[in-house]
């Protein structure tokens, strides 16, 4: 099982050096994977949650690709609605090509009204568009380039089955995936869960995935390796803009994590 990182790609700490940081370190602990999230138009509803500046995800992983060797480079999730899908087709096979193939092409339906208004794209429709786009990608791609499927609904779940490469659901609780699993037929699993480490451990039964001491993070790898995960992504960020100013800390955390799995595996 491979283990990736959620780069936060905007917030008032980051910058293009800060960026390059990032991915020095995600590569440098020998994570196989980095990912970037998707806004086009950062309306108040996107800004109360991810504030500018707010670095576009397909430009971003192109520059990255230029300073990293090894490490995949990814979408969670680019909003599919959003942009034409010969215009991501071409963005994805070019940046694909450019990357030596390591573009993973996460893909989601969104949830911000105001930045659907914003962009002329039909709140209510976005979930047909989402099909109809995913349909357009799989018949003009010109390379074979992972398509990952986000969200967890019946709906997110039939289109994973239909069109993805892989299920990536985000931040759920492992026994809410094992569930999913156990009733659906799905093709890979790739999920995204949260990144926060405690000192003492947390007993909320609804405790997300990722959330806790060391040790019980590393008991949720081992559950989602035993679920037949193909990827883990571990999102360090817990909400708080301000924390994007002092990214040390989730690297200090993400240091944590790779060298106790490397032991534990």
């Given at each position: 099982?491979?283990?990736?990182?959620?780069?936060?790609?905007?917030?008032?700490?980051?910058?293009?050096?800060?960026?390059?940081?990032?991915?020095?370190?995600?590569?440098?602990?020998?994570?196989?994977?980095?990912?970037?999230?998707?806004?086009?138009?950062?309306?108040?509803?996107?800004?109360?949650?991810?504030?500018?500046?707010?670095?576009?995800?397909?430009?971003?992983?192109?520059?990255?690709?230029?300073?990293?060797?090894?490490?995949?480079?990814?979408?969670?999730?680019?909003?599919?609605?959003?942009?034409?899908?010969?215009?991501?087709?071409?963005?994805?096979?070019?940046?694909?090509?450019?990357?030596?193939?390591?573009?993973?092409?996460?893909?989601?339906?969104?949830?911000?009204?105001?930045?659907?208004?914003?962009?002329?794209?039909?709140?209510?429709?976005?979930?047909?568009?989402?099909?109809?786009?995913?349909?357009?990608?799989?018949?003009?791609?010109?390379?074979?380039?992972?398509?990952?499927?986000?969200?967890?609904?019946?709906?997110?779940?039939?289109?994973?089955?239909?069109?993805?490469?892989?299920?990536?659901?985000?931040?759920?609780?492992?026994?809410?995936?094992?569930?999913?699993?156990?009733?659906?037929?799905?093709?890979?699993?790739?999920?995204?869960?949260a990144l926060r480490l405690t000192t003492a451990?947390?007993?909320?039964?609804?405790?997300?995935?990722?959330?806790?001491?060391?040790?019980?993070?590393?008991?949720?790898?081992?559950?989602?390796?035993?679920?037949?995960?193909?990827?883990?992504?571990?999102?360090?960020?817990?909400?708080?803009?301000?924390?994007?100013?002092?990214?040390?800390?989730?690297?200090?955390?993400?240091?944590t994590v790779a060298t106790h799995w490397r032991?534990?595996?």
């Amino acid at each position: 099982m491979q283990l990736g990182v959620n780069v936060p790609n905007f917030g008032p700490g980051t910058d293009p050096g800060v960026l390059r940081e990032w991915a020095h370190v995600v590569e440098g602990l020998g994570y196989d994977l980095l990912m970037v999230s998707d806004h086009v138009a950062v309306t108040p509803d996107v800004s109360a949650r991810y504030p500018e500046p707010f670095y576009e995800p397909f430009t971003t992983l192109s520059w990255l690709a230029g300073i990293t060797t090894r490490v995949r480079l990814g979408t969670t999730v680019l909003i599919l609605p959003y942009r034409h899908p010969l215009l991501v087709a071409r963005m994805a096979t070019n940046l694909h090509r450019l990357s030596g193939g390591r573009l993973v092409l996460g893909v989601g339906v969104g949830w911000a009204r105001q930045e659907f208004d914003a962009l002329g794209v039909p709140f209510t429709a976005r979930g047909r568009l989402t099909d109809e786009y995913l349909a357009t990608l799989r018949e003009v791609l010109s390379d074979p380039v992972p398509i990952w499927v986000g969200g967890h609904s019946e709906a997110a779940l039939r289109r994973a089955t239909r069109f993805g490469d892989a299920w990536h659901p985000l931040r759920l609780t492992v026994p809410r995936m094992r569930s999913i699993l156990a009733s659906h037929t799905l093709p890979a699993f790739a999920p995204r869960i949260a990144l926060r480490l405690t000192t003492a451990p947390v007993t909320d039964p609804e405790r997300p995935a990722g959330v806790g001491t060391i040790e019980q993070i590393l008991d949720d790898l081992r559950q989602l390796r035993a679920l037949n995960a193909d990827t883990v992504l571990l999102d360090p960020y817990n909400g708080d803009p301000e924390a994007t100013r002092r990214p040390e800390e989730a690297w200090q955390a993400l240091t944590t994590v790779a060298t106790h799995w490397r032991t534990a595996s």
